[in-house]
């Protein structure tokens, strides 16, 4: 089972910046694809961004494409989401997921979840 822990996100103006961290314990961190997905109220839950086992591949939504970047420490166990210029579009619950195969932009390819973070961002 891996458990998965979310933070950082916050309450910031348009055009700001925040980071989020996703904290993973459990398994082999390195053996995780690890992805970030949100969800608006009203909304369905969607891809944001995701990035391979060893860091050296990533794929984004084109809404965040050059505003969000993915990134992860198989040191640390952790995986980040930088996200700069932000927007009040960009406003959603983030949650970190995590499945054992490559990259996958749906959400119900990934087994493991956290319980994720509110990013709000005002006009």
């Known amino acids: 089972q891996v458990q998965l822990v979310e933070s950082g996100g916050g309450l910031v103006q348009a055009g700001d910046s925040l980071r989020l961290s996703c904290a993973a314990s459990g398994r082999t961190f390195s053996s995780l694809t690890m992805g970030w997905f949100r969800q608006a109220p009203g909304k369905e839950r969607e891809f944001v961004t995701a990035i391979a086992r060893s860091g050296g591949s990533t794929s984004y939504a084109d809404s965040v494409k050059g505003r969000f970047t993915i990134s992860r420490d198989n040191v640390k166990n952790t995986a980040y989401l930088q996200m700069t210029n932000l927007k009040p579009e960009d406003t959603a619950v983030y949650y970190c997921?995590?499945?054992?195969?490559?990259?996958?932009?749906?959400?119900?390819?990934?087994?493991?979840w956290g319980q994720g973070t509110q990013v709000t961002v005002s006009s």
């Open positions: 997921a995590a499945r054992l195969f490559g990259i996958a932009a749906h959400s119900t390819l990934y087994d493991f």
